[in-house]
Nanobody
């Protein structure tokens, strides 16, 4: 059974940092690209960042570029999202998702999804 479990969310002040983790089980992560998505209350889910299966290719949404960094450790079956200079508009539930050969941040490319972790940026 494939499982993706996010962790690391919480409450942080504007300008602060958080590191989200995505733990994968039931699949060999080496074969999967991983995306991070987020959904704020009353808004549609949006793609945040994607990393290729090998880790040599990454993409970011314009809204998080230069603030967020995605990385992975295939040996540990883990993917991370380092979030710096957080803003109130980053408040959302963050999800990781896995798909084979994913190239974009389009949800339909991803087969497996985690349950999400809440990130709240507020003073």
């Amino acid at each position: 059974q494939v499982q993706l479990v996010e962790s690391g969310g919480g409450l942080v002040q504007p300008g602060g940092s958080l590191r989200l983790s995505c733990a994968a089980s039931g699949l060999t992560l080496d074969y999967y690209g991983i995306g991070w998505f987020r959904q704020a209350p009353g808004k549609e889910r949006e793609g945040v960042s994607r990393i290729s299966s090998s880790g040599d290719s990454t993409i970011y949404a314009d809204s998080v570029k230069d603030r967020f960094t995605i990385s992975r450790d295939n040996a540990k079956n883990m993917v991370y999202l380092q979030m710096n200079s957080l803003k109130p508009e980053d408040t959302a539930v963050y999800y990781c998702a896995a798909g084979v050969g994913v190239l974009t941040l389009e949800s339909y490319e991803y087969n497996y999804w985690g349950q999400g972790t809440q990130v709240t940026v507020s003073s």
